[in-house]
């Protein structure tokens, strides 16, 4: 079975640029969550989907962040503009469901330097 | 209050030699999951074991197990044989309730665990 899957891998990108990144979950987890991680600290949760529906959002900076997650599957998470204090590993995770035993499987991460 | 607290920033052990993470977690919720992660320097963020609350017997898998003691709201990681490869940062998390779907992970600080040849 395929693990989440994230890209790209690392971005280094200047202050008030954009950037996307993309995630596909493995397959038939209707459960997908964003998190960022700064360098020291446990994951810090984003957003989290349910299929195609936010169920969590209350931590995502809405001014400059967005995510989507249009058919239920893949999702993309958008900065814009970036800051510096946005570098950090994205980390993506799936679940099969929400409930508290429902295990959730990260992918690679992508590490993003904001200059 | 902290939900989650590792105490341990750092540890060491010597190769071959068992280890156990310490994690203490606080809810007043009866209902709740208990998870261990490892974060290798690569950065992925790996499962290793899961306990529920009212599970009876203590999570093992494979080298990893879990002591649990609810009285003492401890779910402490112990790793045995310890290999170089599970240098890396360990995380413990929560997550409670079962009363819909938007329960949030509750994480520790995590401990770096390195590993002596």
């Known amino acids: 079975e395929a693990g989440v899957a994230q890209s790209p891998r690392y971005k280094i990108i200047e202050k008030r640029q954009s950037v996307a990144f993309w995630c596909n979950p493995i397959?038939?987890?209707?459960?997908l969550y964003w998190y960022q991680q700064i360098l020291g600290q446990g994951p810090k949760l984003l957003i989290q989907?349910?299929?195609?529906?936010?169920?969590?959002d209350s931590q995502l900076p809405k001014d400059r962040f967005s995510a989507e997650r249009l058919k239920g599957v893949d999702s993309t998470l958008k900065i814009q503009p970036a800051k510096l204090e946005d570098s950090a590993v994205y980390l993506c995770?799936?679940?099969?469901?929400?409930?508290?035993?429902?295990?959730?499987?990260f992918g690679p991460g992508t590490r993003l330097l904001v200059l | 209050a902290q939900k989650i607290t590792q105490t341990q920033p750092g540890m060491f052990v010597q190769e071959k030699e068992a280890v156990t993470l310490d994690c203490t977690y606080d809810t007043s919720d009866p209902s709740y999951g208990l998870f261990w992660y490892k974060q290798p320097s690569s950065g992925e963020m790996i499962f290793l074991i899961y306990q529920g609350s009212y599970d009876q017997q203590n999570a093992t898998e494979g080298r990893y197990s879990l002591n649990f003691q609810k009285a003492r709201k401890s779910a402490n990681l112990v790793i045995s044989a310890s290999q170089l490869g599970d240098s890396a940062m360990y995380f413990c998390a929560m997550r409670e309730g079962y009363a819909g779907n938007n329960r949030k992970l509750i994480w520790g600080l995590g401990t770096s665990l390195a590993v002596n040849p």
């Open positions: 995770a799936s679940s099969l469901g929400g409930g508290p035993a429902k295990t959730q499987y």
């Open positions: 397959s038939g987890h209707a459960t």
């Open positions: 989907f349910q299929n195609n529906g936010v169920v969590d």
